[in-house]
């Protein structure tokens, strides 16, 4: 699976939008992208996942760059209850494929 | 109306000591998983069972042994504790071993003395 590079920390506004940049120079054209968050003392939770096409759900937006080197999470009206640590992964949709978690984004959203 | 439970949610325990710890899903998923969060907050997978046979062991000591009774269920024994397995242990369970979306567990977390 490729790697991914996310900044380790960030500050958002709440009721800002909050915009979490990945980076997957090395993706391989049947890599999906997958955004999970961890919130302190919880366990992760998904987010979103697409493989070219913006995606869109309740929690948030997913942009991908056409030439899929990289990837932009939106969550479109940050709340305090969103501060936790973003984690960007890159994977084949496969049998029994695995998650690999790197050190994500922590997100602070601030009053 | 909890998704993956673990138990326990703490485990204190002495260095050379066996402990388990038991999770439990109620959403009818066939794969369940096994991570390990060190203190540096890494999280890797060591296990994944589906409809209770093995299917990942992630190059994890054999000191750890899973056990599934049913697909529920999948517990984590651990013989012979040493320091560095102190950690967050985190249960998760996915429809099938092709779903895009885990649902973890709250964790247990780990600490031998």
């Known amino acids: 699976d490729a790697k991914t590079t996310q900044p380790p920390s960030m500050d958002c506004a709440e009721g800002r939008a909050a915009n979490l940049p990945c980076n997957h120079s090395?993706?391989?054209?049947?890599?999906?992208v997958y955004w999970y968050r961890q919130i302190h003392s919880q366990g992760p939770q998904y987010i979103i996942h697409?493989?070219?096409n913006n995606e869109t759900n309740e929690m948030a937006s997913l942009i991908i760059t056409e030439d899929r080197k990289s990837s932009t999470l939106i969550l479109p009206h940050a709340t305090l209850r969103d501060t936790a640590v973003y984690y960007c992964?890159?994977?084949?949709?496969?049998?029994?494929?695995?998650?690999?978690f790197g050190s994500g984004t922590k997100l602070n959203v601030k009053p | 109306d909890t998704a993956v439970s673990q138990t326990p949610k703490y485990l204190v325990t002495q260095m050379g000591n066996d402990k388990s710890i038991k999770c439990e899903q109620n959403?009818?998923?066939?794969?369940m998983y096994w991570y390990k969060q060190d203190s540096k907050k890494f999280l890797k997978i060591m296990f994944s069972?589906?409809?209770?046979?093995?299917?990942i062991n992630e190059t994890v000591p054999n000191r750890f042994s899973p056990k599934s009774p049913d697909k529920a269920h999948l517990n984590l024994h651990i013989n012979s504790l040493e320091l560095g397995d102190s950690a967050v242990y985190f249960c998760?369970?996915?429809?099938?071993?092709?779903?895009?979306?885990?649902?973890f567990g709250p964790g247990t977390r780990l600490t031998v003395l």
């Open positions: 998760a369970s996915s429809q099938d071993g092709n779903s895009n979306e885990q649902f």
């Open positions: 090395t993706i391989s054209g049947n890599e999906y």
């Open positions: 697409g493989l070219k």
């Open positions: 992964i890159v994977r084949v949709e496969d049998n029994f494929n695995k998650f690999y």
């Open positions: 959403l009818g998923h066939d794969t």
């Open positions: 069972y589906n409809n209770k046979e093995l299917i």
